[in-house]
């Protein structure tokens, strides 16, 4: 008697991996299979046009830290060893949370170019790098992830341009991750006056960060400019329509303009930031 062929196994694909990366709780292991996917980018389909229904639990995340409102979060002077430990964990829970926001723009939205998958695996690696390199600082310290209170800021406006990919590309990396090229000058000056061991170290790390968020925001400002040429939009005229739809945080200066300049923002955006 002959046995019938067994059905040739199905290869994994890109977005699905994401998914299940997204899906993942435990920091190290969503580190992990960041890490792992972008290593096998280059050879992974990227699935069928379909959308992919949104299961529960998104996105995965550990038990601690414990979430918050942002107007919840104590601050603390870095001039404390506690006090530096919270900004570093403040960071750290944003690396984890971009982690996320990269996972999810490469598994939620259908009908994008090839290279708009492989480009988002590649930021959640590097973010995932980024976590990293904060995680083993704090550990450093006495500390770890989850040892402080954190805030839900960057998920929620991922929640709600969850329907529209033009909607989160204009205000995820093109707008709250823009905000850390602006914020990430000032917190090094002040890491500088703290001046310890500890603090000079994250100084370097925040190097790093800010090198690779300027690449980060230029995907965003690429894919967010061929989704308004797609749809024959103006792109500035459309990212105020968005940013009023969608309630975005108002932009505060002072700006970063040069890394702003270099992660792709023209120079009628910039005029229009103010300063």
Avoid at 69 to 89: C, E, F, Q
Avoid at 116 to 136: G, K, M, P, Q
Avoid at 212 to 226: F, L, P
């Amino acid at each position: 008697m002959t046995l019938p062929a067994a059905p040739p196994a199905v290869p994994p694909e890109l977005r699905q991996l994401a998914l299940a990366a997204l899906l993942q709780s435990d920091p190290q292991q969503k580190v992990l299979l960041s890490h792992a996917l972008q290593a096998q980018a280059a050879t992974l389909s990227i699935a069928s046009t379909a959308p992919i229904a949104p299961p529960a639990g998104l996105p995965g995340c550990p038990p601690r830290p414990e979430l918050r409102s942002h107007l919840d979060v104590p601050k603390r002077s870095p001039h404390t060893p506690a006090g530096l430990a919270a900004l570093l964990h403040a960071v750290t829970h944003i690396e984890f949370n971009a982690i996320n926001l990269a996972l999810d723009a490469a598994w939620r939205f259908d009908n994008m170019p090839a290279a708009y998958y492989r480009d988002w695996i590649r930021v959640a690696a590097e973010e995932a790098h980024h976590f990293s390199l904060l995680r083993t600082q704090l550990q450093a310290m006495g500390y770890d992830y989850g040892d402080f209170p954190a805030h839900t800021g960057l998920w929620d406006m991922t929640h709600k341009t969850a329907g529209d990919v033009l909607a989160r590309m204009a205000l995820v990396p093109r707008t709250l991750e823009a905000r850390g090229l602006d914020a990430t000058p000032a917190m090094q000056a002040k890491l500088r006056k703290v001046g310890t061991p500890d603090a000079l170290a994250a100084v370097a790390i925040l190097d790093i960060i800010l090198r690779d968020e300027i690449g980060h925001v230029a995907i965003g400002n690429h894919w967010y400019r061929h989704l308004c040429s797609e749809r024959g939009l103006d792109p500035v005229a459309t990212y105020a329509e968005l940013a009023r739809r969608y309630e975005a945080p108002r932009l505060k200066g002072p700006f970063n303009v040069d890394a702003r300049r270099a992660a792709g923002f023209d120079e009628d955006e910039l005029a229009l930031l103010g300063g």
